[in-house]
């Protein structure tokens, strides 16, 4: 994969100066990486909307230099074959975000309200558009349909109540990146001795996920 | 009992499969909101005696009360946020267009009474389709990706694929325009593992086209294509 791609499109890194400069091989592999951890967890993941973008500039690039190819040609049919894996690991990274926000809209929301000056957003400036929106036109309906004609107490509906938070106690399949020392298995369980354990790199583990939520978005671990 | 008819409402819900839009129940819906209204009322007769006559054993009966007004609320709301899934699964289905006969269940089912439900529920439907649209668009920088193609991982750049109905011209993004006939032949799709000079080839000795996968995708779910594994 990493071949074709610097092929169609060594040169397009180049006059983008920006301060990390990443091989085109690199940069897929980023998306994959953000790819599986979303698809995998069972919250909202940090937004990687660099990546996006530049994946979607050397997606541009690779078709302009398709163009170029003469029909027929074998190597033309490869990087086609490419884009379009390109294109479904992209589309289908950013379609699992938008069911996350579509499922938990009100805390999403929430937390991104509550976000502090410094901190990274959840969300990227269109999905925080589409939250708010869908957040909107759904009460619109619920109030135009029934809560109208509603009790005057019961016309309205705490959202954050009434939709289920992300269940952060589900199991998930992982990778070790980075070795790490004393991970806490059960940090509730505080009579006994309490439980740790170290993750070796390379390791495999089925463990909660939200024991290893920050570990997953320092990018130590990869959900498999 | 009070909130049985709420809860059959949402027994409704259970029984219908994933994927289908039921009729709506809009009795169903009356009835929960005249048993809301009793209760309330009921409740606001009582807790003006309770508090001018105080008569305090009056304060259970309207906690019960209330809690059944909260349930009913719950399930109303319930059912009508499950429609809401399965009219967004439509765009994802079908595009931004729906077909006819969707539209015209969607619409339908209340006799063409435009009542206030169906409305709604269009007015929903609309601005969805506008937020997931304008969403689509500003990705990447504004250059725009449609994220409702590529559903599934591409196995092969081509398929083979026949034409359930007439569909009219097509063009595909060499520019190449081909028209799409009902019932015209199984267009030739080549697998991956082919080398690709053996599908040049069978362009030029079968008449038929050859859509690349991601172009056609939108079509099979619409019922314009059909996916022939061979």
Redesign the interface.
């Known amino acids: 994969m990493s071949d074709v791609l610097s092929d169609a499109g060594s040169d397009s890194n180049h006059d983008d100066s920006q301060e990390d400069v990443m091989t085109p091989a690199e940069l897929i592999a980023k998306l994959e990486e953000a790819w599986l951890n979303e698809k995998f967890s069972p919250e909202l993941l940090e937004n990687k909307s660099e990546v996006?973008?530049c994946?979607?500039?050397q997606l541009?690039h690779m078709e302009a230099n398709l163009q170029r190819v003469k029909?027929?040609?074998?190597k033309?049919?490869v990087h086609?074959?490419e884009i379009?894996?390109i294109?479904?690991v992209?589309?289908?990274y950013?379609?699992s975000r938008?069911q996350k926000i579509?499922k938990f809209f009100p805390h999403v929301l929430e937390r991104e309200k509550s976000r502090g000056e410094g901190e990274p957003s959840l969300l990227s400036?269109?999905?925080f558009?589409?939250a708010k929106?869908?957040l909107a036109?759904?009460e619109?309906?619920?109030k135009?349909?029934?809560?109208k004609?509603?009790?005057p107490?019961?016309q309205t509906?705490d959202m954050l109540k009434?939709v289920p938070e992300p269940c952060l106690d589900s199991f998930v399949f992982l990778r070790v990146k980075e070795r790490q020392e004393n991970i806490l298995v059960e940090p509730e369980t505080d009579d006994q001795r309490e439980y740790v354990v170290d993750l070796e790199e390379g390791s495999q583990h089925l463990m909660r996920y939200r024991t290893i939520a920050p570990l997953v978005s320092s990018g130590a671990v990869q959900l498999i | 009992m009070f909130c049985e008819k709420a809860v059959e409402l949402i027994r409704e819900l259970h029984r219908i499969s994933d994927g289908q839009l039921p009729a709506f129940n809009e009795d169903g819906l009356r009835q929960v909101l005249q048993e809301m209204e009793a209760l309330y009322d009921q409740n606001q007769a009582d807790v003006n005696e309770a508090k001018s006559e105080g008569r305090a054993e009056l304060i259970p009966s309207i906690k019960v009360r209330h809690c059944c007004l909260l349930r009913d609320q719950r399930c109303v709301t319930a059912y009508l946020y499950d429609r809401l899934l399965r009219i967004r699964a439509l765009r994802w289905e079908y595009g931004s267009v729906l077909p006819a006969n969707v539209r015209f269940h969607m619409c339908a089912e209340e006799n063409f009474r435009m009542t206030i439900v169906v409305l709604s529920q269009l007015q929903w439907f609309s601005q969805y389709k506008k937020s997931l649209a304008s969403f689509m668009r500003s990705l990447g920088g504004g250059e725009g990706l449609d994220i409702t193609q590529d559903m599934k991982p591409p196995k092969s750049l081509y398929i083979e694929v026949r034409c359930l109905k007439d569909h009219g011209e097509f063009e595909i993004d060499d520019g190449t325009v081909i028209l799409l006939k009902k019932n015209s032949q199984v267009v030739l799709g080549v697998a991956w593992d082919i080398l690709s000079c053996v599908c040049v080839m069978s362009v030029s000795l079968c008449p038929q086209h050859f859509l690349p996968r991601w172009k056609c995708e939108q079509l099979i779910r619409q019922g314009v294509l059909e996916h022939v594994v061979s």
Do not use: H, I, Q, W
């Open positions: 996006v973008e994946v979607m500039e541009t029909k027929g040609d074998a033309a049919s086609r074959m379009d894996r294109r479904f992209l589309s289908s950013l379609r938008l579509e400036p269109e999905e558009a589409f929106e869908y036109n759904t619109t309906y619920l135009a349909v029934a809560l004609r509603m009790p107490n019961l509906v009434a």
